[in-house]
């Protein structure tokens, strides 16, 4: 599994990439290994309002189907469309081209709230450890 430095991850199992003001939010790699192959998605759409912590879409697998949870709120600026033609995407590559959503962030104080690499790492570990 990996944990690339240059995102913000949150317990929800989701990452961003922030530039500016605008974060790119997808699945984490770990998740995307526990959901196995994942059969579809369903994600907000532009214009869309989400909160920290609360929906922004729901994901089905062989395994589970959950709500994907916003590391960050604001508006939803952009939407990824190529993952209704091909969710296989977040299996094979969830930290760039399995990009879910991208949000204009309302309060950047907000990603105090998230995880570095390292911290994502470890909490990952303990987890995996308790279940």
Sequence with gaps: MSFPDDLLYSREHTWVRMDGDIATV???DYAQDKLDEILSV???????SVEQGEP???IESLKVTIE???????????VNED????????NSDSYDTGWMIAVEVRDLGELDNLLDA???KDYVEEYEEVV
Excluded at 42 to 47: I, Q
Excluded at 83 to 90: H, R
């Design 26 to 28: 997808g699945i984490t």
């Design 42 to 48: 369903e994600l907000f759409p532009v214009d869309s």
């Design 56 to 58: 922004f879409g729901v």
């Design 68 to 78: 994907l949870i916003s590391p960050v709120g604001g508006e939803i600026i952009s």
């Design 83 to 90: 993952l209704a033609d091909d969710v296989g995407i977040l």
């Design 118 to 120: 390292d911290t994502y």
